[in-house]
């Protein structure tokens, strides 16, 4: 069974940064798409970016510009960098995997790290 870890959330100011990271216990090769969802209460959990198995990048409108999600394989890990934070940007953020044995979807998910932007 696949695990994901996320790390790297926290509390920061408007206008700054954070680091985000997902650890996967096997290859990430394995996986057609990666990507980060975020969820703030009261909300449905939103895609945010989102990364195809041959390095292709998507991203929501709201953060375009201010947010790369980047992989390294060798590391097993998927990272997304956030710049120039606002209050909104406040949620749980999960780490996500996709794959299709078979042809069927499979969805991975992390346990979220919580990100507040505050001043």
């Known amino acids: 069974q696949v695990q994901l870890v996320e790390s790297g959330g926290g509390s920061v100011q408007p206008g700054g940064s954070l680091r985000l990271s997902c650890a996967a216990s096997?290859?990430?090769?394995?996986?057609?798409?990666m990507g980060w969802y975020r969820q703030a209460p009261g909300n449905q959990r939103d895609v945010v970016a989102s990364?195809?198995?041959?390095?292709?990048?998507n991203y929501a409108d709201s953060v375009k510009g201010r947010f790369t999600i980047s992989r390294d394989v060798a590391k097993k890990t998927v990272y997304l960098d956030m710049n120039n934070l606002k209050p909104e940007d406040t949620a749980v953020y999960y780490c996500?995997?996709?794959?299709?044995?078979?042809?069927?979807?499979?969805?991975?998910w992390g346990q979220g790290t919580q990100v507040t932007v505050s001043s």
């Open positions: 096997g290859s990430i090769s394995s996986f057609n798409v």
């Open positions: 990364i195809t198995s041959s390095s292709s990048t």
């Open positions: 996500n995997a996709v794959s299709f044995p078979l042809g069927l979807r499979r969805d991975y």
